[in-house]
């Protein structure tokens, strides 16, 4: 039990506290950096070296290296957190005794901190307030003993932290394998707020982290709350895997088509239909399908491939794949740049007729907007976020016309924003923009409309409405910082405003938005202009720029 006194209080110093703090920090991330280090230089050990006995040692050693570096970060971190709240809780009790002793004094009694007691003056008493004397003597020690007993708890909660942390002079911190963690533990996880799952992920030691990411990326890699270069591991392991899988069902399909053809060729596709009246309409209706397949196979191909290729550039700032499914049409979340270390984060929602076939050309847009951004302010770091993770309307008509994809993807946009905010490192949050291009601006006006969602400012470009007809309908963001831009010849104008779907167009001046200007386009084109906003020299880009470094 701690035996710490009011003297001890009252002459507690948090200043070696904070240094031996810092220190155990320090230690904590230069662990956590090495056991990551460690994993990724052992973890193709066994394929590199996979027979004999020395092969065998040399995997149950490096098996036993990451698991002692791997249980060292925590304790360490332990140790970390719990000086530095001694450091500044001692320092507020300290501050709250020394306030009483000063009430005291300045009320005429003696404070004698050595002995903890409180005097008050012989005229007190004399006085005939002998009652009211003794009771706020009492009361001034009562508060006092307080102080003490909490100080004292603090005391040896903080003991106890450093011991059970401290590692075995003979074992050091162990090679004691942690439990694995299993799919139904993540899933679990994935019902939690997104700062509730970085909590949770800073809790598990980077070797826990490692299996997560080998044996469930499609967990990890859609997890909001997870740091974005662990998502972006978890998600290049599934572009790889969905690759093969997709070039294999590739193959099944030309192999398909290649004996359907040569029965055909051969007379003998009756043998492939058997009692169909018609095995040559049959073939042509199969074949036909085949086709759509495979267009549709490779049409994802084309997108994975554009993301690898991306991904591979050395001559283009670092891109991170922050989400990835091959799964119907397809999703791929992209930034450029990494969102948990950038000082300017901007969201690119697309809109209508995206599939995973297109990403090509939507991450050519995030890149043009964070060099647009880098050029405007050189002094801080943007990224940008090609974020096509909603059910995008497949065509114009009718689909555009329904607000249902936009009422699904809001929240799934709202809580991507909110994982943002969570993973972002240091003591200054980001400034966190969102922006829509044609349908995209719809699923945002349906995000936005949550006073939960992590955003700054929100932009839309080219919109057909986005549901609300003001900008103090969108309670996520002040009415300040919507804005909106439309070309004079953008087509999409006739949408709202012939009243189609939508709403109020967001561009008008009863909207309440700040409009900015962009080049009007060809009126010969309008088709062309509404995707024109993203081309050379069209001001809408240095406007863009202006609002995702906050200077517009």
């Known amino acids: 039990?701690?035996?710490?006194?009011?003297?001890?209080?009252?002459?507690?110093?948090?200043?070696?506290?904070?240094?031996?703090?810092?220190?155990?920090?320090?230690?904590?991330?230069?662990?956590?950096?090495?056991?990551?280090?460690?994993?990724?230089?052992?973890?193709?050990?066994?394929?590199?070296?996979?027979?004999?006995?020395?092969?065998?040692?040399?995997?149950?050693?490096?098996?036993?290296?990451?698991?002692?570096?791997?249980?060292?970060?925590?304790?360490?971190?332990?140790?970390?957190?719990?000086?530095?709240?001694?450091?500044?809780?001692?320092?507020?009790?300290?501050?709250?005794?020394?306030?009483?002793?000063?009430?005291?004094?300045?009320?005429?009694?003696?404070?004698?901190?050595?002995?903890?007691?409180?005097?008050?003056?012989?005229?007190?008493?004399?006085?005939?307030?002998?009652?009211?004397?003794?009771?706020?003597?009492?009361?001034?020690?009562?508060?006092?003993?307080?102080?003490?007993?909490?100080?004292?708890?603090?005391?040896?909660?903080?003991?106890n932290t450093i011991t059970v942390n401290t590692p075995s002079t003979t074992t050091g911190f162990g090679t004691g394998q942690m439990q694995a963690l299993s799919r139904a533990d993540l899933e679990a996880q994935g019902k939690r707020s997104p700062a509730e799952i970085r909590a949770w992920w800073e809790s598990l030691t980077p070797q826990q982290q490692e299996q997560a990411i080998l044996e469930f990326p499609d967990l990890v890699g859609g997890m909001d709350g997870v740091p974005i270069a662990d998502r972006d591991v978890a998600n290049r392991s599934l572009l790889r895997r969905d690759t093969d899988v997709l070039r294999q069902d590739v193959a099944s399909v030309d192999g398909r088509m290649n004996y359907l053809q040569g029965m055909y060729d051969q007379g003998r596709i009756d043998e492939v239909y058997p009692g169909v009246p018609d095995a040559k309409a049959a073939m042509d209706a199969e074949m036909s399908k085949l086709g759509s397949q495979r267009d549709e196979l490779a049409g994802k191909l084309k997108g994975l491939a554009a993301i690898s290729s991306r991904l591979a550039d050395p001559a283009k700032p670092d891109a991170y794949l922050i989400g990835l499914s091959a799964d119907g049409d397809g999703r791929a979340i992209v930034s450029v740049g990494n969102p948990d270390t950038a000082d300017n984060i901007l969201t690119y929602v697309p809109g209508t007729g995206e599939d995973l076939s297109k990403v090509g050309a939507g991450m050519a847009r995030a890149g043009v907007m964070q060099g647009d951004a880098a050029h405007e302010d050189p002094t801080k770091s943007t990224a940008a976020v090609y974020w096509y993770g909603y059910d995008a309307p497949n065509d114009i008509l009718p689909d555009a016309g329904y607000s249902s994809y936009a009422q699904d993807g809001g929240p799934i946009l709202d809580r991507f924003q909110t994982g943002l905010r969570a993973t972002h490192e240091g003591d200054i949050p980001s400034r966190n923009t969102v922006l829509g291009h044609s349908y995209g601006s719809t699923v945002i006006g349906h995000a936005a409309t949550s006073s939960s969602i992590s955003a700054d400012a929100v932009v839309f470009v080219g919109s057909p409405g986005v549901d609300v007809d003001h900008a103090t309908d969108l309670h996520g963001v002040r009415p300040d910082q919507v804005y909106a831009t439309r070309a004079e010849y953008d087509a999409i104008r006739k949408v709202p405003d012939w009243d189609i779907a939508h709403g109020n167009d967001p561009s008008d001046l009863d909207f309440g938005a700040r409009v900015f200007a962009s080049d009007p386009g060809d009126p010969n084109a309008e088709g062309v202009t509404h995707s024109a906003y993203w081309n050379n020299d069209n001001i809408a880009r240095k406007n863009i720029a202006l609002i995702v470094t906050g200077k517009l």
Do not use: C
């Open 1 to 159: 039990m701690s035996e710490l006194t009011l003297d001890d209080l009252l002459s507690f110093d948090a200043t070696p506290w904070h240094t031996a703090a810092d220190h155990w920090h320090q230690l904590a991330q230069a662990v956590d950096d090495a056991a990551e280090e460690l994993i990724r230089g052992t973890r193709d050990l066994p394929y590199a070296w996979s027979n004999g006995t020395g092969a065998e040692a040399a995997a149950e050693k490096a098996a036993d290296l990451r698991a002692e570096v791997s249980n060292t970060y925590n304790p360490a971190k332990r140790i970390y957190d719990a000086m530095d709240q001694h450091a500044y809780g001692m320092k507020a009790l300290r501050q709250q005794a020394e306030d009483v002793v000063a009430a005291a004094r300045k009320a005429g009694y003696t404070v004698d901190t050595a002995a903890a007691t409180i005097t008050a003056p012989a005229a007190a008493y004399s006085a005939g307030n002998l009652d009211h004397t003794a009771r706020e003597t009492g009361a001034l020690l009562n508060d006092l003993r307080g102080i003490v007993g909490k100080a004292r708890s603090l005391d040896d909660s903080t003991a």
